[in-house]
């Protein structure tokens, strides 16, 4: 108040979704500019909010980042179970795992580039080791349906490792040679491989 008259106040904008599209908008950075170029402005455009609500809804930019790659995972874990659902079998188990390797399990490319991202960001950050261990367990439980524990472990390093192969090599790769090294680990005889 001000020599007795009150000051007109803007109303203040309702909008709960606020701080999930922030999360959202984290993601699209991270995809587009890297862990290392995600910044506080960008997120605030991406997400079309005042710079103010990055600091009203977070402590800082590691507890969004770990928000963030937690819905990744969220929004990944479930696209990855489904592409398992109609699996019978070990050879259908193999062709499915190539499947997903070879990029078709129906995610962009843009989600490898965020599971890097985390990977990448979890080697520096321990405390976001809990979202990709999270995350490694809820795949390995997937593979645990079809497989031991111990080869779901290893069928999981393999499609992180040729995925990562496949993304980052300039070579092409063959299609049998995955199927077939996907079978051997998984036991299939040769002529099924």
Do not use: C
């Amino acid at each position: 108040m001000t020599s007795g008259v009150p000051v007109a106040r803007a109303p203040r904008r309702y909008d709960p979704e606020r701080k999930s599209r922030i999360v959202d908008a984290a993601l699209e950075v991270i995809a587009e500019h890297g862990v290392a170029g995600t910044t506080s402005r960008r997120i605030a455009a991406a997400a079309d909010v005042p710079l103010g609500s990055i600091t009203y809804h977070f402590t800082g930019q590691d507890e969004l980042l770990s928000q963030a790659f937690s819905r990744h995972a969220e929004r990944m874990s479930p696209l990855y179970e489904a592409h398992f659902d109609g699996v019978t079998g070990l050879p259908s188990f193999a062709d499915a795992v190539t499947d997903l390797i070879h990029g078709d399990a129906g995610a962009p490319p843009s989600d490898w580039v965020v599971a890097y991202e985390l990977y990448l960001s979890a080697l520096r950050h321990p405390a976001l080791r809990n979202v990709t261990e999270a995350w490694m367990r809820r795949s390995r439980a997937v593979l645990e349906r079809f497989v031991d524990p111990v080869t779901a472990r290893g069928v999981d390093a393999l499609i992180e490792g040729l995925v990562m192969h496949l993304t980052l090599s300039t070579a092409t790769f063959d299609r049998a040679d995955t199927r077939a090294m996907v079978g051997r680990l998984i036991g299939l005889p040769a002529a099924s491989a």
